[in-house]
Nanobody, 124 residues
Framework: QVQLVESGGGLVQAGDSLRLSCAVSGGMFENYGMGWFRQAAGKEREFVAAVDWGYYTYYGDSVKGRFTISRDNAKNTVYLQMNSLKSEDTAVYYC??????????????????WGQGTQVTVSS
């Protein structure tokens, strides 16, 4: 059974940086595409970033140039480095794993397993 555990969330000020981690267990991590999504209170889930098995990366428009996704296959972990944080980045952040070979990285339905989420709060 594949399990994903996020960590690294917290309360920061606007302009600060934060790095989220997502540790994956129970599967062949190197074969997964990994994504980060977020959901703010009262809003729909939003695609943040993804990295495929070939280390190609994809970003949502609202985070391009500020966030960086990376993966460490030796540690079965995916990271989300978030710089220049804004109040509108406040949300619960979820990591997700995709075992399909689809390129629909921004679609939640493309992912098979999800973590429990970690809260990121950015004060202005």
């Amino acid at each position: 059974q594949v399990q994903l555990v996020e960590s690294g969330g917290g309360l920061v000020q606007a302009g600060d940086s934060l790095r989220l981690s997502c540790a994956v267990s129970g599967g062949m991590f190197e074969n997964y595409g990994m994504g980060w999504f977020r959901q703010a209170a009262g809003k729909e889930r939003e695609f943040v970033a993804a990295v495929d098995w070939g280390y190609y990366t994809y970003y949502g428009d609202s985070v391009k140039g500020r966030f960086t996704i990376s993966r460490d296959n030796a540690k079965n972990t995916v990271y989300l480095q978030m710089n220049s944080l804004k109040s509108e980045d406040t949300a619960v952040y979820y990591c997700a794993a995709s075992r399909t070979r689809s390129s629909a990285w921004s679609k939640g339905a493309n992912y098979d397993n999800w973590g429990q989420g970690t809260q990121v709060t950015v004060s202005s």
